[in-house]
């Protein structure tokens, strides 16, 4: 029986809903949320705001944060769910290393995700950053694994085909949070 995943990280392009989800699937799991958007420095976050996509170079602190999130979560044995947009493969790759982690891609269609973000209006990523980050974007590979969900369901719905199709993979995961962990 494969061993529950201590990380989730909930993935994909602004407006996807990976916060809402984020928070919803720790809830239902009875487990830690961190917020990738967080691990940012406040010079991306300026930049972002302003429109300017991120480089990888850029990016390179804000995937060492996170990657440091997933170690210390893996190391204290303490599930954990984590946003992050994850566009290209390598970055993917380097927060999957470790054992245990799980991809979650929220599939959104170009035209919702516009229309979330045109009516988003307490985030630094706006409708004017969603091109830079479709184009930057590489599709998930077989190897990797990932749970795809339809983000065009309720997030309630969102997370109750996650557990479903989460459960059928790991079937651990109909135990309680503090037996699944200790496995």
Known sequence: MNPCPLVWIVIGVAGSGKTVIGRLLSQ??????????RRHLLSNILKMAAHIPLQ????????L??????????????????TCSALKLSYRTQLTAPERVQLVWLNVPEA??????????????????????????E??????????????LS???VVTDLLK???????????????????
């Open 112 to 137: 919702e995700l516009e229309r979330r973000l045109s009516q988003r209006g307490n985030h630094y990523m706006k409708l004017e950053m969603l091109r830079s980050q479709i184009a930057a974007f």
């Open 139 to 152: 599709p998930i590979q077989p190897e990797e694994n990932a749970i795809i969900i339809d983000g065009l």
């Open 165 to 183: 199709t989460a459960t059928q993979l790991f079937p651990s995961l109909k135990k309680s949070w503090w037996q699944r962990c200790y496995e």
């Open 56 to 63: 990888d170079s850029d990016r390179q602190s804000w995937l």
């Open 65 to 82: 944060e996170m990657e440091a999130d997933i170690q210390r979560a893996i190391a204290l044995n303490r599930e954990t769910v984590l």
């Open 28 to 37: 239902q799991l009875e487990c830690d949320f961190l917020e990738g958007d």
């Open 155 to 157: 997030p309630v719905e």
